[in-house]
């Protein structure tokens, strides 16, 4: 079975960082790419970032280039988001997700799972 598993979300005022984590397990996590999408009621799901499977190539949307880094660790089989200088346009659930491939998909329909989420909100 397979399963991702977001944490490190949270409360944090404008300008601060949060560290987003993704666990996966029941996959060959080195063998796809992974990524970060986030999403507000009423709004599409927003592609945030990605990483190709041996980490050779990124992906971030022009609202958080700059700000966010995103990393993986294959030995742990966990993704990483590093977001820095937050705004508060920045919350949103986010959610973690493994593609079918190895490089990184422009949609949501390329990824193959998906975690629950973690809840960022950033205070004005």
């Known amino acids: 079975q397979v399963q991702m598993v977001e944490s490190g979300g949270g409360l944090v005022q404008a300008g601060g960082s949060l560290r987003l984590s993704c666990t996966a397990s029941?996959?060959?996590?080195?063998?796809?790419?992974v990524g970060w999408f986030r999403q507000t009621p009423g709004k599409e799901r927003e592609r945030v970032s990605c990483i190709s499977r041996n980490a050779a190539l990124t992906y971030y949307a022009d609202s958080v280039k700059g700000r966010f880094t995103i990393s993986r660790d294959n030995a742990k089989n966990t993704l990483y988001l590093q977001m820095n200088s937050l705004k508060p346009e920045d919350t949103a659930m986010y959610y973690c997700?493994?593609?079918?491939?190895?490089?990184?998909?422009?949609?949501?329909?390329?990824?193959?799972?998906w975690g629950q989420g973690t809840q960022v909100t950033v205070s004005s």
């Open positions: 997700a493994a593609a079918r491939f190895v490089y990184c998909p422009s949609t949501p329909a390329g990824f193959s799972y």
């Open positions: 029941g996959l060959t996590f080195v063998d796809r790419a």
